[in-house]
């Protein structure tokens, strides 16, 4: 089934589908995995609300930062010429969420946060 799930990649909407199927040929009947899915689809409705073209967006199962403080979502963006990622094409952007990073470096309490980096150098044009 891990395998199966790492192997997913495509639009949002056709991943999402596609986990769903997966869960369910696989018995996995479980409410955080629904809840989690469900905040998926959510997510990409309002990816698409924005009017962002999300055929243009591309979900790859096998895809991860490398920093494990990121609690959420995470994300690239890239221009898809040269260079390797996990999409393999390399980014100009990436980030995503990491709600309890604050309180590990000693916030009393968990605080909400997002944040992301930008490869300046990748972005071309004069300096």
Sequence with gaps: VLDAYLALTGD?????????????RAGLDDPRLEAALALFEERNGFIAARG???????????FARN????TGFIFEVADGEGG?????????VGGGRY????????SPDALPA?????WLERLGGER
Excluded at 57 to 62: D, E, M, Q
Excluded at 67 to 70: P, Q, R, S
Excluded at 99 to 106: A, I, K, P, V, Y
Aim: glycine fraction near 10%.
């Design 52 to 62: 962002l073209p999300l055929e243009r967006f591309v979900f790859t199962g096998s």
């Design 114 to 118: 997002v944040g992301c980096s930008f």
């Design 84 to 92: 390797e990622s996990a999409a393999g094409i390399k980014p100009l």
């Design 12 to 24: 949002p909407d056709a991943a999402a589908s596609a986990a769903r199927d997966l869960a369910r």
């Design 67 to 70: 920093l494990d403080y990121y």
């Design 99 to 106: 709600d309890g990073l604050l309180q590990h470096l000693g």
